[in-house]
């Protein structure tokens, strides 16, 4: 019988095993149908950070939605995989994909929370587990899904060997401060590359899986440390570091600077946003915040730091002139002032400037109160520093009345500032003391260019970008005055003058379609008789511009505008030799350039390559070809000839007797601050009606630099506030830095063109070193007039002609449009 009882119970026992196996088989069967094709992971291509660098590989920004970068397995640092191992999965190297230990126990805590109601549901995922659910399944918490789980990890297993595994989890996995993968958080964290870190970062790094937010670095930093001090207990545990390592480590506070986003290099922040913005109408904004694009842009970081001192120097130069505009607000002084400042919002890129707010005045100067630090916990510092103001470094602080009166000079602190002022103030030599200073109201913008390629080296869009992202050098549609000046001309040289044809200066008018009287005139409100070409360029003559704009035809005119790219379309008015017509700073840097490298057509381009997240390179600015660059090797073959591919879009004798004539507004004309230089360097001003626009455009044979200032709103900026006042000195205080230990080098003359002395006034030859001799270039067969033929000489200095017929002389296509030149002129 009993014999009998056990056969029976081995057939129950057996048969229930094959009900209990076939019901599993067939949850396995029936779970599996619907799974996520596991071996797509071979293919996989995580979203990947673009990283954009300077010309010299500085970086500049970072793109992404998840910032990521992907980091293969071999240059994992093997501590860090360890911590990693010790954390999260201590038999990785040794289990199939699942460590049935660990469910058991997950299984029993499940069932007992079940039933009791209290405690936490605990998993027991391996590294292949979490794999499994980040790539191909979701978060949701059921036993279905740890089903599935279970299933993709095993296959998982079969398909990949652990180190494929492993490269995978530790570049997918979320370790906050929207940070995926190791590489990613080394950086943002700590601000290092992964072989740089420490034992002890290494292991807070480890702690993060389980829960970022329950491990913050600042709002749980208790349990953040000793969940770190818990993985180095782990790797100690499991033979990876000796007990003084532990110790040692265990020791060490919690030290994290999260490192900021997008923009990286200070000063930069225009530049970076607009090569931003060429990256996404190139490839899309998901390829720029997916892609993990490699960039490398054409911006000199030592040139970007030039250029932003320069235009702030400038802009608080002009600023001051015009008084204090008062304090940013006023507060009354009760209860801690350094949380009311603290809170106040200062743009990150006006250091060293700071807020402050002012406790005392006295007739000596003021005592002031600097905003506390903000740590990086994003608290407020507790420490309250105090400062003083003495009266010789606010006394320029006169009382603002309008754009060209300002109030009675100051003559004791009280005259400017009261107590609970918040106000600016910029460190002085002296410690403890602080100059009082103001953003400027007027803005401006400068654009510096590679002449012969288009790259540009230094962007400016305005003060400060943290005050205003709007970019003044690409997005300000501004009037160039002057600086349009130099391409009437051209084109006139284009078109059968000489340098030495005379032009008459004297009083012209023009009845407008609207039935007004348009009366050029000269900035100075005078004339000047009969000059050459050279002569009206150098003085920047208005009425001389008009009458040889008005003989040559503005058809011819607008036609070379639009070769070099200033505008889209200019339309048959005079107005627009004098600069009426809008257009960015941008623009014309890039026209002024196009004269400087001789006449060759350039695009402008903030980046000089791009490469895919494999390294290969996609975009490439340089157009040029060379099939011999790629040999292997040398053998006696000649050097690679690279092929010059722009087209020519201006004469290359009239682009070199235009830098010529530019050279001279230089040496004699109204862009005489560029001699502070000292180089050899070609420019001209611009000034738009009621000085509401000050330009300069400047160039030497290797840079061309393009600086505007004017209000956003455009508006008068007081008389005398011309290109040459305001536009020019930032120029050259760039130059200056710029070229400081450059070679003076002269500006490159084509073969064939002739220099021939020549009169001022009279444009005939003349013997050099007299008076008002100049050496003139003319092109290869081009001689001066053996007399003098006055251009404009048929039209009365009364305007009316000569012979009685019309007031525009018939063979002109020139129109003047009612409304587009309102006032008197003084385009300068």
């Not at 009458?547 to 005119?557: C, P």
């Not at 690679?640 to 235009?658: G, K, S």
Request: glycine share 10%.
């Amino acid at each position: 019988m009993m014999l009998r009882f056990l056969g029976w119970l081995f057939t129950v026992g057996f048969i229930a095993f094959l009900g209990v196996a076939g019901g599993v088989g067939y949850v396995i069967w029936d779970m599996s149908k619907g799974l996520p094709d596991y071996k797509q992971l071979a293919l996989y291509e995580p979203p990947v950070m673009t990283r954009v660098h300077a010309a010299d590989g500085t970086l500049v920004a970072e793109y992404a939605e998840q910032r990521r970068l992907f980091v293969p397995i071999n240059d994992i640092p093997k501590k860090l995989i360890q911590a990693f191992l010790s954390a999260e999965d201590k038999t990785f190297y040794e289990h199939q994909g699942l460590d049935w230990p660990g469910l058991a126990a997950a299984g029993l805590r499940y069932i007992q929370v079940k039933a009791t109601g209290k405690g936490q549901i605990v998993g027991a995922s391996t590294i292949t587990q979490q794999v499994t659910k980040n790539f191909l399944l979701t978060n949701e918490r059921s036993v279905e899904r740890k089903i599935k789980e279970a299933i993709l990890a095993h296959r998982i297993e079969q398909a990949f060997n652990k180190d494929q595994i492993l490269e995978l989890y530790l570049n997918e996995i979320f370790l906050g401060l929207n940070s995926y993968g190791v590489a990613a958080a080394s950086l943002n964290y700590f601000g290092k590359s992964l072989n740089e870190l420490s034992l002890e970062e290494i292991a807070y790094l480890a702690a993060l899986p389980k829960g970022p937010n329950n491990y913050h670095p600042f709002r749980q930093t208790k349990r953040a440390i000793e969940r770190r001090n818990w993985v180095l207990g782990e790797m100690f545990n499991n033979g990876y570091i000796t007990a003084a390592e532990r110790d040692a480590a265990q020791g060490k506070p919690l030290e994290v600077n999260p490192r900021p986003f997008g923009a990286q290099l200070f000063a930069a922040e225009s530049f970076a946003e607009e090569a931003r913005r060429e990256l996404v109408q190139i490839y899309g904004e998901d390829k720029l915040m997916k892609g993990g694009l490699s960039v490398r842009t054409t911006l000199d970081p030592k040139l970007q730091i030039f250029a932003r001192q320069a235009v702030a120097r400038g802009l608080i130069t002009f600023d001051r002139k015009r008084g204090f505009r008062g304090p940013v607000k006023n507060v009354a002084l009760d209860g801690d002032w350094g949380e009311t400042i603290g809170k106040m919002k200062v743009p990150s890129d006006l250091e060293p400037w700071r807020l402050a707010i002012v406790l005392e005045v006295d007739d000596a100067g003021a005592k002031i109160g600097l905003q506390p630090k903000t740590l990086i916990s994003g608290k407020i510092d507790k420490a309250r520093d105090t400062a003083s103001v003495p009266l010789a470094l606010l006394s320029w602080a006169r009382k603002y009345v309008d754009g060209s009166k300002l109030g009675p000079e100051v003559k004791k602190a009280g005259d400017v500032l009261a107590a609970g002022d918040i106000v600016y103030v910029a460190p002085d030599k002296n410690p403890g003391q602080f100059h009082l200073v103001q953003l400027p109201d007027v803005e401006g913008a400068l654009v510096a260019m590679d002449p012969h390629t288009g790259r540009v080296l230094a962007l400016v869009g305005g003060f400060s970008y943290g005050k205003s992202q709007f970019n003044r050098a690409v997005q300000a549609l501004r009037q160039p005055g002057s600086a349009f000046k130099p391409f009437v001309y051209a084109a006139a040289l284009d078109n059968g003058y000489t340098p030495s044809s005379v032009i008459l200066d004297a009083p012209i008018e023009f009845k407008m379609s609207n039935g007004e009287i348009w009366k050029p005139k000269n900035y100075q409100d005078k004339f000047y008789g009969p000059s050459t070409l050279r002569r009206g360029v150098e003085q920047s003559r208005n009425v001389m511009t008009v009458r040889l704009a008005n003989d040559l035809g503005m058809s011819r005119i607008g036609e070379l505008a639009q070769r070099v790219g200033i505008y889209d379309k200019v339309p048959n008015q005079l107005s627009y030799a004098l600069g009426a017509g809008e257009t960015t700073l941008l623009k014309m840097t890039t026209a002024y350039s196009i004269i400087a490298n001789g006449g060759k057509k350039i695009e402008p381009t903030l980046i000089d390559r791009v490469q895919d997240r494999y390294g290969k390179t996609i975009y490439r600015h340089d157009k040029r070809e060379c099939a011999q660059c790629g040999n292997q090797t040398w053998q006696e073959q000649a050097e690679p000839e690279l092929f010059d591919v722009r087209p020519e879009v201006m004469n290359p004798y009239t682009a070199y007797q235009i830098t010529s004539m530019m050279e001279g507004v230089v040496e004699r004309g109204t862009g005489k601050k560029l001699k502070l230089v000292g180089k050899p360097v070609a420019g001209k001003t611009g000034t738009s009606n009621d000085e509401r626009d000050a330009w300069f455009m400047g160039f030497t044979p290797d840079l061309t630099v393009g600086v505007y200032i004017g209000y956003d709103n455009p508006k008068p900026m007081g008389k005398g506030r011309t290109g040459g006042e305001l536009a020019a000195p930032v120029v050259a205080d760039f130059m200056r830095m710029a070229l400081r230990d450059k070679a003076a080098t002269p500006f490159r003359v084509p073969k064939g063109i002739e220099l021939i002395p020549i009169n001022v006034k009279s444009g005939q030859r003349d013997l050099f070193g007299d008076p008002g001799v100049i050496l003139e270039a003319f092109k290869p067969g081009e001689e001066p007039p053996s007399k003098t033929t006055i251009i404009g000489d048929q039209v009365a200095t009364s305007g009316v002609p000569l012979d009685g017929t019309s007031a525009q002389p018939p063979e002109s296509d020139a129109v003047i449009e009612g409304g587009l030149t309102t006032g008197t002129g003084g385009l300068y």
